[in-house]
């Protein structure tokens, strides 16, 4: 069992910056990846980012490509730094641990935190 835990979340101004964690209980080592999902209210949870446990591979989706940065400077915390915020980013964000390799659904997750709020205003 893994737990893991979001912090980082806050309000901010449209064009602000936030960086996000996701701290395990444990290391882990295998193939699996470490996603950041958020979801909207009343929307569904969306994939944003995603790393692989070796940091080596990243993926983004492309509403955030090019403003926000996912990566693993320390072996068990893994980060989603969020730069020129829109109030469209505003989402409760969660890190996800996936059942193996890479996976962009809520249903490839094995491991969740309980979110961190994130709200941007205009």
């Known amino acids: 069992q893994v737990q893991l835990a979001e912090s980082g979340g806050g309000s901010v101004q449209t064009g602000g910056s936030l960086r996000l964690s996701c701290e395990a209980s444990?290391?882990?080592?295998?193939?699996?990846?470490i996603v950041w999902f958020r979801q909207a209210p009343g929307k569904e949870r969306e994939l944003v980012a995603a790393?692989?446990?070796?940091?080596?591979?990243t993926y983004y989706s492309d509403s955030v490509k090019g403003r926000f940065t996912v990566s693993r400077e320390v072996k068990d915390i893994v980060y989603l730094q969020m730069n020129s915020l829109k109030p469209e980013d505003t989402a409760v964000y969660y890190c996800?641990?996936?059942?193996?390799?890479?996976?962009?659904?809520?249903?490839?997750?094995?491991?969740w935190g309980k979110g961190t709020l994130v709200t941007v205003s205009s």
């Open positions: 996800a641990q996936s059942k193996k390799g890479f996976s962009d659904s809520v249903a490839g997750m094995e491991y």
């Open positions: 444990r290391t882990i080592f295998g193939n699996y990846y």
């Open positions: 790393i692989s446990w070796g940091g080596v591979r």
